[in-house]
């Protein structure tokens, strides 16, 4: 006699090789390009769970290359186009190279895919302003979706060491070097020695989810928050417009992270280390105060509760500048971008692009690519996606095409990020550390910068800006008003006059400024 499970399980395998079948007399064959959505697992290989469960459900057969970040991935972007041979559907995050691509007449128009994938269209392409980042003489060439993870990033405090100095959490800029000095010169760990710096920060500029703006960088962009140039572009109307980098502020705010270093409350070797380093030193136990995001929370909640078994890590609020202003910095609400080839587009692939990114959507494709095999990779509790398994790299594999998939809505962001617990039984709510550090930190919206074009010498305008203000912080040059002149001065042997007159242009026409 068959068993009933056995007949069950054979019908299934029936009526998944009838989907199998019948898509594989019509399948489209669809070249995927993406950054590596984990890049620390292995990319697909034949067969992998994902692309059968792709095929099954849309009728495509994927073949899908990771690429490599930063300028790497543009380089393999620009050999592709330079031997027409652009993937059928890719990303890009090289916005100069965006719109070389489509001045070369290398990526197709993308409106004629929205009617097709209805779902998708209502849920991420109908903000005209950020439809606005990818138009080009009134065509959309690109899907641009919304940010699904941004302003993650906040200032964290040893609240255990607070605590134990009898202080509170700074709310200015005074009370923030106060506490820092404490943290610095009162030994907070208790240990007997002086090995513990106030505020750890480095010269970054990361994007992921916020837009660091010429300068220091984001973990200094709140001090220039707090004196309301925060970013590259004020925004300004008319005339008024220009670069921060022109506001006496900027100058003020540089003055405060002077005071910073004066103070001997910073690490000596900030200017130079990496964003590694820093995170090595506040899982150790010697930052009092430091900038990071809840995602760099999470990968080193471990080390820290091994060195710190009685540490406590909370998000402090952004501190007011003397006029009160406060700001953590800025934000763009943008998120990955598709571009479909020309040439994948006069083949006819336009509907099986459509199919597949609807299919990424909602329902079991998103999740299948955003939290991989149900029941193998996350069960949902409660609607929340919970993950299970014990084969991580199965499962981060079995994610790679996430950023298809991923909305950013509450359900997936406490599924993404949960509750860390510590060994006494203390446990840290992830998702709640995100809302507080969006919520409370007046991040500002400058989604309009995507549209601005870089100089061509813009590497050049980088390195003066950021190399002058490593100079005036560390006291390597005066600062005063000959040197401060001397150095907005040397902004006109780079031409930024021009550089700012483009921007102005781009903003406005992208409706940005008024």
């Not at 502020?249 to 409350?265: G, I, M, Q, W």
């Not at 040197?483 to 700012?500: I, M, P, R, V």
Request: aromatic content about 10%.
């Amino acid at each position: 006699m068959t068993h009933p499970r056995t007949t069950a399980r054979t019908l299934a395998l029936v009526t998944l090789s009838a989907l199998l079948g019948a898509h594989a007399q019509k399948a489209t064959d669809l070249s995927v390009a993406l950054y590596a959505a984990n890049p620390e697992a292995p990319a697909p290989t034949a067969g992998w769970d994902t692309g059968e469960v792709i095929r099954a459900r849309t009728g495509v057969n994927l073949k899908f290359t990771m690429l490599p970040t930063g300028a790497d991935g543009d380089n393999k972007l620009g050999s592709l186009a330079a031997a027409n041979d652009l993937p059928d559907l890719f990303e890009i995050r090289n916005r100069n190279l965006f719109y070389q691509l489509i001045r070369q007449g290398q990526v197709a128009p993308v409106s004629s895919l929205l009617a097709q994938m209805p779902q998708r269209t209502k849920a991420r392409y109908g903000n005209a302003m950020r439809n606005g980042l990818v138009n080009e003489n009134g065509q959309m060439y690109g899907l641009q979706e919304p940010a699904t993870l941004s302003r993650q990033y906040g200032i964290m405090i040893r609240q255990d060491w607070l605590e134990k100095l009898n202080l509170k959490a700074p709310t200015t800029l005074d009370e923030f070097l106060n506490v820092a000095r404490a943290f610095t010169e009162r030994d907070p760990d208790g240990n007997g020695r002086k090995d513990t710096f106030g505020y750890c920060g480095v010269i970054d500029f990361d994007t992921a989810g916020i837009l660091p703006g010429l300068g220091l960088g984001n973990h200094f962009q709140w001090v220039y928050g707090a004196y309301g140039v925060p970013g590259t572009w004020n925004y300004r109307a008319g005339a008024a417009f220009a670069a921060n980098v022109r506001n006496p502020n900027y100058r003020k705010a540089t003055e405060y992270v002077r005071r910073l270093v004066d103070a001997k409350v910073m690490d000596p070797d900030w200017a130079t280390m990496k964003r590694s380093d820093l995170r090595n030193r506040w899982q150790q136990g010697k930052c009092g105060l430091f900038f990071e995001s809840v995602g760099g929370l999470i990968a080193g909640f471990k080390n820290f509760e091994a060195n710190n078994p009685k540490g406590d890590l909370r998000f402090v609020p952004v501190p007011k500048g003397p006029a009160g202003s406060r700001s953590m910095g800025t934000f763009a609400n943008a998120g990955t971008l598709l571009v479909v080839s020309k040439k994948a587009m006069d083949a006819g692939k336009g509907p099986a692009i459509a199919k597949f990114l609807e299919w990424a959507n909602s329902g079991e494709g998103y999740y299948q690519l955003a939290f991989g095999k149900k029941g193998a990779d996350y069960t949902l509790v409660g609607g929340i996606p919970t993950v299970t398994t014990t084969n991580v790299n199965g499962r981060l594999t079995n994610t790679q095409l996430r950023f298809l998939a991923l909305n950013g809505q509450a359900a997936e962001l406490k599924g993404r990020y949960g509750t860390l617990k510590f060994g006494d039984g203390r446990s840290v709510n992830v998702y709640n550390l995100l809302m507080d550090t969006r919520r409370t930190n007046n991040w500002i919206d400058r989604s309009g910068d995507l549209v601005v074009p870089a100089a061509p010498n813009q590497a050049d305008i980088d390195r003066y800006i950021s190399e002058s203000l490593v100079q005036f912080v560390l006291g390597q040059r005066p600062l005063n008003d000959d040197s401060w002149k001397a150095f907005t001065d040397g902004l006109n042997g780079l031409n930024f006059a021009g550089y700012e007159k483009n921007a102005y242009a781009a903003l406005k026409a992208g409706g940005f400024v008024k």
